[in-house]
C-alpha cells in the first residue's frame, strides 16, 4: 500500500514515527500529533479514535471546522 509506504520512509529518513492526519490526510510525526480519545462505553457501534495534524486541530478548536464522528460532533475543548 502505498500509505504505508510512504510512512516507512518518512520514517527511514528522519528516525521518527508518522501517522496520517485523519481530517486532512497529511503525514505528520506521532510526537506532535494530537489524539482524540473517543468513549466507546456509550458507543452502539465501535468508532476509532482520531489523530490531528495540528493545523486540524486548531481549526475545530477555533470554530473554522465541525467534525462528526460516528453521531457525535466534536466540541472544541
Known sequence: ???DE???QLHEISGEEFLFCDRCGQ???RSAAHLIERDQSQEA???E???LCTNCQHAIET???EVVIGSELLEPE
Request: hydrophobic share 50%; charged share 30%; glycine share 6%.
Open 27 to 29: 503525514p505528520i510525526e
Open 1 to 3: 500500500m502505498v500509505d
Open 49 to 51: 479514535d482520531v489523530w
Open 63 to 65: 470554530g473554522e471546522v
Open 45 to 47: 457501534e465501535a468508532v
Open 6 to 8: 510512504q510512512l516507512h
